[in-house]
């Protein structure tokens, strides 16, 4: 079992920067591929980025460029910074573990555990 717990979300003017963090506990962290999806009210849950197990990453075309996903495997815990943040950028984001092997995942249903989400608010 692992347990996520993500922190950072909030209100932020347009043009303006958050880093999310996700805190993971239970098995071994640096086994599993991590992400960040998100999900705007009345919108399906979509990737935002993805790390392996062993750092490849993958980014949506829609934050590619202001975006980078990261892990520390000493601090179990995987973080998204985010530049240049966009109104479209408002959302809940959930950050997910899967045992992927070496393969960064991009589908929600590679994924088996998900925090609880974090708001992230972008004013205009």
């Known amino acids: 079992q692992v347990q996520l717990v993500e922190s950072g979300g909030g209100l932020v003017q347009a043009g303006g920067s958050l880093r999310l963090s996700c805190a993971a506990s239970?098995?071994?962290?640096?086994?599993?591929?991590m992400a960040w999806f998100r999900q705007a009210t009345g919108k399906e849950r979509e990737l935002v980025a993805a790390i392996s197990s062993g750092g490849s990453t993958n980014y949506a075309d829609s934050v590619k460029g202001r975006s980078t996903i990261s892990r520390d495997y000493a601090k179990n815990t995987v973080y998204l910074q985010m530049n240049s943040l966009k109104p479209e950028d408002t959302a809940v984001y959930y950050c997910?573990?899967?045992?992927?092997?070496?393969?960064?995942?991009?589908?929600?249903?590679?994924?088996?555990?998900w925090g609880q989400g974090t708001q992230v608010t972008v004013s205009s």
């Open positions: 239970g098995r071994t962290f640096s086994w599993y591929a």
């Open positions: 997910a573990a899967g045992n992927l092997g070496l393969r960064v995942g991009i589908r929600r249903d590679e994924y088996n555990y």
